[in-house]
């Protein structure tokens, strides 16, 4: 195995395990009150802010490396946070929240589908495989069953599914210039911006609350909850997710991503002290068996056998 993979599973899984924390945090400030506007525009320009300083410190004397990743950046902010956030939560309104995150993680799937277009070469039996088993074990973990499919609710988790798949091909090219903290710090900025405009014409409603909110069955002040959701769910998750897609590629750390409600579960297991039911168990062993499925796909299929202008299934800019 190459070196850097290792490296990049334990940063892509510790960043599942952070993105996997969100929910409960956000549900208690849901719960205290907030609109999901307002956690969405508090989590993301919270994570811009924490960013801002070692952002800056790090492109010192490299602003022209800005200019060249103009695209990257855009790609980040605009589809990966700002379209994703938007319209997950849009589709909420329509379509339940299990069946909108089993759409947003079509992802992974719509970036094997873009590489098969780019290079016109089927994946391996092997990767398909992974897919389709992965997607049954989301499902499964989701407990999405039985549940009304709305047009424009399914239309917009699509959208948030996009911005799913673009958070990979940002954040795995391997030849960018920027340094991971920069991209994400320059990414959520971007993405808080677009959020707090459609936050000020009430596209995302906002409304927040400051009194003490309930996280795992206790009363803390508003405040460790914001500052978790900040600090761990967002600025420490989009770094170590675009830590991991450098050293494992946007295929394989996209479909690690997939452990992200597996965390969630577990988070709430821990916390909450509610434990998996039995099909969510086997939804998780899905789920594993699926990412090795993609892992051995890429192993069939040598990376001295792509095309040189496509970075780990991402076509170059």
Same mark, same amino acid.
């Given at each position: ?10 940063? /892509?899984?510790?960043?599942?395990? &952070? ?20 956690? +969405?525009? $508090? #989590?993301?320009?919270?994570? /811009? ?30 589809? /990966? ?59 499964? $973990?989701?407990? $999405? ?20 798949? !673009? ?33 000020? &014409? ?6 927040? +609350? ?8 206790? &009363? $803390? ?25 450098? #050293? ?28 998996? +039911? ?10 594993? /068996? ?10 069939? #299929? ?6 040189? !202008? ?8």
């Amino acid at each position: 195995m190459h070196p850097r993979r290792p490296l990049g599973l334990a940063f /892509a899984l510790t960043s599942a395990a &952070t993105f996997g924390v969100s929910g409960i945090l956000a549900a208690s400030l849901l719960e205290a009150g907030w609109s999901s506007g307002a956690v +969405t525009l $508090v #989590r993301i320009a919270g994570g /811009a802010l924490v960013l801002l300083a070692p952002t800056l410190w790090l492109l010192r004397g490299r602003w022209g490396a800005v200019l060249r990743s103009w695209r990257e950046v855009l790609v980040l902010g605009l589809l /990966a946070v700002a379209l994703c956030q938007l319209a997950f939560f849009s589709a909420v309104a329509y379509i339940s929240p299990a069946l909108a995150l089993l759409i947003e993680f079509l992802g992974p799937v719509l970036l094997v589908a873009v590489t098969w277009l780019a290079t016109r070469r089927a994946p391996a039996l092997l990767t398909i495989a992974g897919a389709l088993v992965a997607l049954v074990g989301l499902a499964l $973990v989701s407990g $999405v069953g039985g549940t009304a499919l709305h047009p424009v609710g399914v239309l917009l988790a699509l959208g948030a599914a996009v911005g799913n798949a !673009a958070y990979w091909a940002a954040a795995s090219r391997a030849d960018s210039e920027l340094p991971p903290i920069a991209l994400a710090g320059l990414g959520l900025a971007v993405g808080a911006i677009v959020l707090g405009f459609a936050s000020a &014409t009430r596209l995302l409603p906002f409304v927040a +609350t400051t009194g003490p909110v309930e996280l795992a069955g206790s &009363t $803390v002040p508003m405040w460790v909850a914001v500052a978790l959701l900040i600090l761990v769910a967002t600025a420490a998750a989009y770094t170590l997710g675009i830590l991991g897609a450098r #050293r494992l590629g946007a295929t394989l750390a996209s479909f690690v991503g997939y452990a992200e409600p597996m965390f969630g579960i577990l988070w709430t297991a821990l916390l909450l002290a509610l434990l998996p +039911t039995g099909m969510q168990w086997a939804g998780a062993a899905a789920i594993i /068996a699926g990412v090795v499925l993609v892992k051995l796909g890429q192993i069939d #299929r040598p990376r001295a056998s792509r095309s040189p !202008a496509i970075v780990e299934g991402i076509p170059s800019p």
